[in-house]
């Protein structure tokens, strides 16, 4: 059986990290790639590729139903948080119109998760350590907060993705301009030691359950894993597992923690695929693949068995003819 997968916001990295798992997989697949930009690579990668409106349009929803509908699109796998959004909320009405079905998490959960500020909640309420943090909005709680706890300070956008916008304090100087310059801030501890930092993905299957998890001791660059190393004998996932359970969580979800003196302490969840999507099939672990066997195959995940390695990360050329850019500016359109 032939599944026709659309992945969203081609032109950018996580949908090529999503392209590349899924053409690591054995299944007979038709990648369809859409863009809201005719200039992104993901478009003239995949065997089709369509120009449609930005996520914020009034009719972005609409042309990708009728986009799954010309494509007979079987699953949606989200390239960017800010389509998924809008696609988590009406993904009920897209499959509905489509029999798409879209790889995502309830936006309520999205929301939760998103929100630096009610994630640390979320850790609390359910028995889990995390970073001591505070809303700079209350003078009288940031200055106690400042007394007990010592430079340097993490201060990022309460609902930023990622290390985008974010800024290490290590002075008063540096904390003012952090928390002048960001969106709605929240301040954090900084978690030592800081070459101890795991990204753990987690697959969550349709009844919120954790089935598979991989971990990786990470070095960022550029805002994604850049170098790691795969753990398949650490704690760390069953521990992650542990923290999603009543997250509400569906899909591929990811946990960014440090290893302290404290033991683990987890300062993000993501509830989409990850920056190491396409490196994660070479250690047994697809999310891609499962993604497929699980939403439109109705299987049951089995837990793969995950051999150790070592991931490095390099830049990538993509090659396309002037007349192909030409094709997809102007008719909005390329494939085959």
Known sequence: MKVNVLITGAAGNQAHFIWRALKASDLNLRIIGCNYDHNGAGLFQSDAGYVVPAAKDSSYVSKIIDLCNLERVQIIMVGNMAEMRVLSEHRDFILQQSGAVVVTSPVDVLTRMEDKWQLTKYLQSEGFDHPRSVLPGD???????????????????????????????????????????????????????????????????????????????????????????VLPDSELGAYCERVLERSGCIGPCNVQLRLTKRGPIVFEVNPRFSTTTSARPYFGYNDAEMCIRHFVFNEEIHRPVIRGGRLFRIVEDVFVEDADFERVRTAGFIGR
């Open 139 to 229: 003078e009288e709680v940031l200055s106690k907060f400042l007394d007990e706890v010592l430079f340097p300070y993490v201060v990022k956008e309460r609902f930023g993705a990622g290390s985008r916008n974010l800024a290490i304090a290590r002075t008063k100087k540096e904390l003012d301009f952090a928390l002048d310059s960001l969106n709605e801030p929240i301040l954090q501890e900084y978690l030592y030691p800081d070459d101890q930092e795991y990204t753990v993905g987690v697959f969550m299957n349709i009844r919120s359950e954790p089935v598979a998890s991989i971990v990786m001791k990470r070095e960022l660059n550029l805002g994604m894993t850049w170098k790691a190393q």
